[in-house]
T-cell receptor, first 115, second 114 residues
């Protein structure tokens, strides 16, 4: 079974540009989460989808970040316009809907560098 | 609000030593606690997952314990090897609705010296 995949693995853009990160969860996982680790900080939660609905977006830093999950399958996280402080590693995770005790499976992350 | 701390922040040991990494969390209402490993420039590798009803989990040279009532977990690494050098992250998943996310600790950076 394929794990959580993320694309691209690394993105280098200039300040002010737009970048879109993609996450493909494990097939059948209704829960999808975005996290990020910026330089020197802990990994922080950004938001949580249940199918196509945003369940919790309390961690989104500002309105330059837009997450979508049309159709309840893959998700995209767009940063527009990107700022220097957005540099870091963006992780996606997914979890089955049924049961609260099951594990979140993390993807390999996308390393974003804003110059 | 759930907070996760890890001690020590950094640790350097000679090869072959046994070592313990510590994790503390403030809210005991958790589904599970997970230990991850992160190598420089790489993603997260899940090491051990302990459900809230469990006391410990073992995988090879790794043993993780959980004392939910006191809000503590330890990761024991036996006979450390240079390949164990990495950052070790502790993370909890809370039960309360607003906590349906994984809260990570800051990590312990481990260096095993040959």
């Amino acid at each position: 079974e394929a794990g959580v995949t993320q694309f691209p693995s690394h993105s280098v853009i200039e300040k002010g540009q737009t970048v879109t990160l993609r996450c493909d969860p494990i097939s059948g996982h209704d829960n999808l989460y975005w996290y990020r680790r910026v330089m020197g900080k802990e990994i922080k939660f950004l938001l949580h989808f249940v199918k196509e609905s945003k369940q919790d977006e309390s961690g989104m830093p500002n309105n330059r970040f837009l997450a979508e999950r049309t159709g309840g399958t893959y998700s995209t996280l767009k940063v527009q316009p990107a700022e220097l402080e957005d540099s870091g590693v963006y992780f996606c995770a997914s979890r089955e809907l049924a049961g609260g005790y099951n594990e979140q499976f993390f993807g390999p992350g996308t390393r974003l560098t804003v110059l | 609000k759930q907070e996760v701390t890890q001690i020590p922040a950094a640790l350097s040991v000679p090869e072959g030593e046994n070592l313990v990494l510590n994790c503390s969390f403030t809210d005991s209402a958790i589904y599970n606690l997970q230990w991850f490993r992160q190598d420089p420039g790489k993603g997260l590798t899940s090491l051990l997952l302990i459900q809230s009803s469990q006391r410990e989990q073992t995988s090879g040279r790794l043993n993780a314990s959980l004392d939910k009532s006191s809000g503590r977990s330890t990761l024991y690494i036996a006979a450390s090897q240079p390949g164990d050098s990495a950052t070790y992250l502790c993370a909890v998943r809370g039960m309360k609705t607003s906590y349906d996310k994984v809260i990570f600790g800051p990590g312990t950076s481990l260096s095993v010296i040959p």
